[in-house]
């Protein structure tokens, strides 16, 4: 029983004497480059490295994607004043003439530029005159001023299968008042995207 004895107080020194190195160890302390281990083992310092290279690829990429916008925009609002151009600026004749002046004939040639910039679209030319004269020689005159700019129009390369014509004569004025204003911006050929 001594035997016993002895082993139990020699097993319970040896408990207390691994409990009190365990206990009594020095704690590791870290290298404070190498404090954080993460993806493949990266340091805090590497880390930090790899997350501002991130931010600024992002803001890269942010001022990248706002600057193309803006050229986007820059670039369709100028199509856009084109074709609003295009459409609203009307090819004037004088009184009684189907015959086109230097500034009608400058202003078809900027009409056939967006012509053949815009390849599919096809257009209405119409002929307008103003109050003066018979229903009957006005509506012959409008023909007459929207085959003028038409026949200008494939002269200068556009295809003839993208115009037509059509004659109001007096029937739509821009301004239905009878003064020498009035009639010089009736007396017209208009163009209409079909």
């Known amino acids: 029983m001594k035997r016993q004895v002895l082993m139990n107080v020699m097993m319970a020194v040896l408990v207390a004497g691994l409990l009190t190195m365990v206990s009594c160890a020095k704690p590791k302390v870290a290298d404070p480059d190498s404090a954080y281990q993460g993806q493949g083992g990266e340091t805090d310092a590497e880390r930090a490295a790899r997350l501002e290279a991130e931010r600024l690829e992002a803001e ?3 001022a990248e994607r706002l600057r193309a916008q803006q050229l986007q925009d820059q670039q369709q609002g100028q199509i856009a004043d084109a074709k609003s151009r295009f459409l609203n600026q009307n090819v004037l004749f004088d009184f009684d003439s189907s015959a086109l002046t ?11 530029d967006w012509l053949q910039a815009n390849p599919s679209d096809t257009v209405m030319i119409e002929g307008h005159c103003d109050d003066r004269g018979t229903t009957v020689y006005n509506l012959a005159l409008g023909e007459r001023r929207a085959n003028a700019a038409r026949t200008y129009l494939v002269d200068l390369g556009v295809s003839a299968d993208r115009l037509s014509t059509v004659s109001y004569g007096e029937e739509r004025p821009l301004d239905p008042a009878s003064n020498e204003d009035a009639y010089r911006i009736n007396r017209r050929a208009q163009f209409v995207i079909k």
């Open 60 to 62: 890269r990429l942010e």
């Open 102 to 112: 230097g500034e009608a004939k400058d202003l078809l040639r900027e009409k056939a």
